[in-house]
């Protein structure tokens, strides 16, 4: 029976352990993304248009409006529930990333950004979306 107790100890502490060193690399690592170089200097395939730019307002108001908020502040009614930041889409440091890195960004996800590569099959809606962002810019 002591032994068991002993046994049962070990494995809630290791428990413990692991899930306190996820959260600490998690709060490290949010907002750094390890974006493949491949995906910088690839051009946008969708062209902006009025279409792309409604079919990317839609796409938004659906998937990511929850965290990111109407105007892409970051403050979606989702967004206090996270224990991250959902970024600024109005920032600088926002927009000067490349179409192809906000690319990788959406599709793959990270943490509790969710990947859209499923949600969002199509590639060229995917494309289409980052004209939407744009207008987010700060004027
Ligand atoms: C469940 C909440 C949630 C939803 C829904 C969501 N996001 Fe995010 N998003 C986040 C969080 C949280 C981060 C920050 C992640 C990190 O840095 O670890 C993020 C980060 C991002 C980034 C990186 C921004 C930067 O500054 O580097 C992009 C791009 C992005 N999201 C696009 C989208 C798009 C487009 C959609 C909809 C198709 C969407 N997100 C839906 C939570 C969400």
Same mark, same amino acid.
């Given at each position: 029976? !002591?032994l &068991?107790q002993?046994?049962?100890?070990t494995?809630?502490?290791?428990?413990?352990?692991?899930?306190?060193f996820?959260t600490i690399?998690q709060a490290q690592?949010? /907002?750094?993304?390890n974006?493949?170089? !491949?995906?910088k200097?690839m051009? +946008?395939?969708v062209?902006?248009?009025k279409?792309?730019?409604a079919n /990317? !307002?839609?796409?938004?108001?659906? *998937?990511?409006k929850?965290? *990111?908020?109407t105007?892409g502040?970051?403050?979606?009614?989702?967004a206090?529930?996270l224990d991250?930041t959902?970024?600024d889409?109005?920032?600088?440091?926002f927009q000067?990333l490349?179409d192809g890195?906000i690319? &990788?960004?959406?599709?793959e /996800?990270?943490g509790k950004?969710?990947s859209?590569?499923?949600?969002?099959?199509?590639? +060229?809606?995917r494309? /289409?979306l980052i *004209?939407?962002?744009?207008?987010? $810019? $700060?004027?």
């Amino acid at each position: 029976m !002591k032994l &068991f107790q002993i046994r049962l100890m070990t494995i809630s502490m290791g428990m413990l352990l692991v899930f306190s060193f996820s959260t600490i690399i998690q709060a490290q690592t949010a /907002g750094v993304w390890n974006i493949p170089a !491949k995906y910088k200097p690839m051009k +946008n395939p969708v062209s902006k248009s009025k279409e792309s730019v409604a079919n /990317g !307002k839609d796409l938004y108001a659906k *998937h990511c409006k929850s965290c *990111h908020g109407t105007a892409g502040l970051g403050d979606g009614p989702k967004a206090a529930s996270l224990d991250v930041t959902c970024s600024d889409f109005s920032s600088k440091k926002f927009q000067a990333l490349a179409d192809g890195e906000i690319f &990788f960004q959406m599709s793959e /996800g990270k943490g509790k950004m969710p990947s859209f590569k499923k949600l969002i099959p199509e590639d +060229n809606d995917r494309w /289409g979306l980052i *004209h939407y962002l744009r207008t987010m $810019a $700060a004027k």
